[in-house]
């Protein structure tokens, strides 16, 4: 069975790796993707878990 945190983790790394891929067609700026990816993919299931831990 999987946790609760696990499936948010892994739709936020799903989600923020299909929004790098999209945003390399609209955009040239590495730094913007991988803000993207590392935003959505690692920061925003972090703080999610971290408040639903509490």
Excluded at 30 to 54: H, K, N, R
Aim: aromatic share 10%; charged share 10%.
């Amino acid at each position: 069975m999987v946790l609760k945190d696990t499936r948010l983790t892994l739709l936020f790394v799903v989600l923020g790796t299909t929004l790098w891929l999209i945003s390399g067609q609209f955009t040239d700026s590495e730094w913007i993707q991988w803000a993207i990816l590392i935003g959505v993919g690692v920061v925003i299931p972090t703080i999610l878990t971290e408040i639903s831990g509490s």
